[in-house]
T-cell receptor, first 109, second 112 residues
Framework: LAKTTQPISMDSYEGQEVNITCSHN???????ITWYQQFPSQGPRFIIQ???TKVTNEVASLFIPADRKSSTLSLPRVSLSDTAVYYC??????????FGDGTTLTVKP | SQTIHQWPATLVQPVGSPLSLECTVE??????LYWYRQAAGRGLQLLFY??????ISSEVPQNLSASRPQDRQFILSSKKLLLSDSGFYLC???????????FGPGTRLLVL
């Protein structure tokens, strides 16, 4: 299983773009990269998933370089409600992916 | 649409007492089901997963067990709780093992 490394915490201000990078040097050919968001006392919520290059949806973008050994979650114009823990998962299927300790994002006014 | 339910929301149990947490999924058939535990300030630890009725895989040997008596029902149990069993327990489902997991609201368990 690919191990992931994320910053423990990040601070930002409302209206800024936030980029959270995840390192996964041992990613396998059939692994996907998935990001989740978790608020206190709630279950994680799917944000975005990708395999290579760039994926964009209504809430975030995911940038994956050609070697796929890292990925960057980009949150445009964050608000206070984006304060949460963000997890990067790598695996061929979500069931075998490992949740690390995630990145705690704090958005300040 | 699919929904996932967990109960109870919170539970306080004495050491040595039994445990039964239930998770049910609506709006889908033959889901893959998962039990996770989360310690305070930490990530999620996968405890069990199931790809079908009666099929349970354990990821971490421990004081807990899981059962899947029906297609959309997943139960987490213990015969005798330990202090270390305290935590936030999350149930999740996915359409297949290659797809995204969807989490329930969780059960916060405190063993005293």
């Amino acid at each position: 299983l690919a191990k992931t490394t994320q910053p423990i915490s990040m601070d930002s201000y409302e209206g800024q773009e936030v980029n959270i990078t995840c390192s996964h040097n041992n990613i396998a050919t059939n692994d996907y990269i998935t990001w989740y968001q978790q608020f206190p006392s709630q279950g994680p919520r799917f944000i975005i998933q990708g395999y290579k290059t760039k994926v964009t949806n209504e809430v975030a973008s995911l940038f994956i370089p050609a070697d796929r050994k890292s990925s960057t979650l980009s949150l445009p114009r964050v608000s206070l409600s984006d304060t949460a823990v963000y997890y990067c998962l790598v695996g061929p299927n979500a069931g075998k992916s490992t949740f690390g300790d995630g990145t705690t994002l704090t958005v300040k006014p | 649409s699919q929904t996932i339910h967990q109960w109870p929301a919170t539970l306080v149990q004495p050491v040595g007492s039994p445990l039964s947490l239930e998770c049910t999924v609506e709006g889908t058939s033959n889901p893959n089901l998962y039990w996770y535990r989360q310690a305070a300030g930490r990530g999620l630890q996968l405890l069990f997963y199931s790809v079908g009725i009666g099929q349970i895989s354990s990821e971490v040997p421990q004081n807990l067990s899981a059962s899947r008596p029906q297609d959309r029902q997943f139960i987490l149990s213990s015969k005798k709780l330990l202090l270390s069993d305290s935590g936030f327990y999350l149930c999740a489902w996915s359409p297949t093992r290659e797809e995204t997991q969807y989490f329930g609201p969780g059960t916060r368990l405190l063993v005293l």
